[in-house]
């Protein structure tokens, strides 16, 4: 009996000199980012390559834009006289869009990854053609990238935060959206410009990816719930986003947390989003009538409101109100039921609360946690270990944007070369 | 606001000359493994590298020990007149070991991944000193090992599988196995020869390995459930498994299934270990007194049988025995729960019931699919994702002996120099 697998190498495939370049670029552009000012040599130091063959990389990515040299500063970092190098702020930008139930949303980052550019417009999605939303959403960009532009940044990647499911692939799929009425949408179809179609990417997933780039000492395997008008959660494993066999991991909403519960509108029983999501919550709080879910509400509760009804719920929670209180207690109870499960099973650093639970986490925390402690007995679990997100709702946008500046991080040769950065009173080269 | 993280490049470290051959070696290795015979030409055919260039690697390879070049055989698939090349099957091997609750076990396996030596001997090991255990294994290591050089087979790594807690890192301590009574033993401090001290590896997990190295077409993501006296999964994400941030992922057994069911040792509720657990279901099954678990039974039972509880039941249940069968349709539905969790988390391709499970699967089966079927309503799930594992009970010792043979296979360079294999009968070199 042969028992080892007859398909493929060990390794990938055979290792080449361009791949050792494009790994050193990106170790150089990763060096300089996170302790600029560096004169060339100090770079050599801290990589462990030769000087040489540094000035060969730093003169590769000052081509490709990503690195600017200036006058050494008066930092005093800079040990010998010499350039100081930095990561450009004026050069390779990512742009996030991002569709939700009631808003649209646009964001520039530069190479620092930090947002130059940020706009969020409100818009009821829900009920419109997916066409005249990415039309909107296409128009948003524009302008987006026009003031960029403006500010000397070129945008080379785009990405499109959605709250729904993008199998794994590149088709540019999305594949179901159940908020907004989605079902196959193929971006390209709806975009007016083919040259700056976006990549559609599940808005818990850009969160969580958000929250890891953003931390300053983040966990490198934790679980990122994201609440909106559905219940999402990310994978991030051991630093790396794990989207699941086809794009579909984190669907924590759809966990039975008590088998015989209420029916599902997905079918099944008992699933977390039945006592944690936001119709549910809403309706259990007594706010049902200010749910986007629920529009009809009571007879004789009149229009329904505009305000946001999370927003609402916090305000409500705050004062005392015992049906908010009692709500967002019940929730935290059966969040922190399908959290064992996670914890279970992944045996993640840490739980993060995102989207519009991060608003609510005040009331939200102690519930969870209490489930936690009582459920997760067979390992260590630190309370700490469950908390709030810093970013919240704007999460996936950022995460959005984030995108494109991290994959150029990861590898320099994506940007063309020929195109250094042009920062007015640099000196360049 | 800066929100890219300041720690650390993109990439790991600069990548260097060595390592492109390290992965080259790997490549090389790996493509003779799934295609010989093939000469060298073939080799670089296959590989896409130089004809010198592949001929420097292979005359490493069969250096280290890990190919023999005989003559071009009659099959044919050797193009042109040469030697044909081969993995070898009497060099560089693996030795796997194990520690069961009534057994342990000894296997070594070459680098082709075939077993040459299997070794298993049934010992109570529940309420024993871990040293005294320890010395035994050692003993039969020895024994596997001396078998295994009379085969012409020198082992490179030694891995011991145990049915408990096994931390990430190097430590080679076993935090802790609940049914054999160990806590935070550490193998170096009782094994009686320090070059041969083995690391220790969580069984579920080197299960859920040899399933993935021996299928022919292996899911690339998939859970693997291994049910003994206690239930563990282990998860193979993309290909590599998955051992959370402390190591402690999988713990399957203690998902919570029904949120107010019946207290569990670990002291939470309705733990799926209540329902499927082996001694849960031999309660059921009214035999309870033959469970390793439940030795004390009801007054007058007599004396517990010495015969394996798992095939008892199988043989109750092939006989239409009711409660064997009721209890294994309970069984089955709770950890139809329990997969339903893990199915939205991580969107895996397979689920495989390994362990016990395997021969308990004609029954287990039918009632899994139905809960998976009437829970998991927002993604595709086949039914045929679920599956019983081929390798059963002797899965976590050969996982244990192919993990030193893939780790060689991924970096040929752990196998030192100079130690050619010397087939009878070969024309080396």
Redesign the interface.
């Known amino acids: ?11 990938g ?5 361009q ?2 370049r494009r ?2 670029l ?6 300089v ?2 302790h600029s000012p560096l004169s060339r040599a100090d770079v050599a130091g801290q ?3 030769t000087r040489a063959g540094v000035s060969s990389l730093v003169d590769e990515l000052i081509g490709r834009g990503a690195l600017t040299e200036t006058a050494a500063t008066a930092s005093g970092r800079v040990g010998r006289p010499g350039r100081a190098l930095a990561v450009s702020g004026d050069g390779p930008a990512g742009l996030g869009l991002e569709v939700g139930v009631t808003h649209l949303g646009a964001c520039v ?1 530069d190479l ?4 130059r550019v940020w706009r969020r417009v409100e818009r009821a999605n829900a009920d419109r053609p997916a066409g005249q939303v990415l039309t909107e959403v296409a128009a948003l960009a524009a302008e987006a990238e026009a003031e960029a532009a403006g500010l000397g940044l070129r945008v080379e990647g785009r990405v499109l935060a959605v709250p729904g ?1 993008v199998p794994n692939g590149p088709g540019g799929l999305v594949e179901r959206v159940p908020n907004l009425g989605w079902h196959g949408v193929r971006l390209a179809d709806h975009w007016p410009d083919q040259d700056t179609v976006p990549e559609p990417e599940n808005e818990a997933n850009l969160g969580a990816l ?1 929250e890891y ?9 934790f679980v990122h719930v994201s609440a909106g008008t559905g219940i999402g ?1 990310a ?1 991030v ?2 630093g790396r986003l ?11 909403g ?6 015989e519960g209420p029916e599902c509108a ?4 008992g699933c977390l989003e039945q006592y944690a999501g936001e119709e549910a919550v809403l309706r259990e709080a007594g706010l049902a009538q200010h749910g986007r879910l629920a529009p009809g509400g009571p007879a004789g509760t009149g229009p329904v409101p505009a305000g946001d009804p999370v927003a609402l719920l916090a305000e409500r929670a705050a004062a005392g109100h015992g049906p908010a209180l009692a709500a967002l207690d019940r929730a935290g109870r059966a969040l922190g ?2 959290l ?3 914890v ?6 840490a739980l993060v609360l995102g989207g519009a639970y991060a608003e609510l986490a005040d009331w939200l925390l102690p519930s969870v946690r209490a489930e936690l402690a ?7 679990w630190a309370p700490e270990a469950l908390r709030a997100s810093a970013l919240g709702r704007r999460g996936p946008l ?1 995460g959005a944007a ?1 995108t494109t ?2 994959r150029i ?3 320099p040769t994506l940007l063309p070369v020929g195109r250094p950065a042009a920062r007015p009173g640099s000196a360049v080269g």
Chains 1, 2 share one sequence.
Do not use: K, Y
Request: charged share 20%.
């Open positions: 009996m042969t028992v080892v697998g007859g398909a493929g190498g060990a390794a495939g055979p290792a080449s000199q791949d050792m790994q050193n990106a170790v150089v552009l990763g060096a980012r996170a990589v462990g390559l980052v620092r990854g930090e947002p499911v958000a780039w953003s931390a300053e000492r983040a966990a490198e395997t959660a994978l494993l051991d794990f989207r699941g066999a086809r794009g579909f991991a984190g669907e924590l759809h966990i039975p947390v008590h088998p997905c079918g099944a029983r039921l399908a064992t499960s996670a279970e099973l992944i045996d993640p650093d009582a459920r997760v007995t067979v390992r260590p950022l984030l500046v991290r991080m990861a590898d």
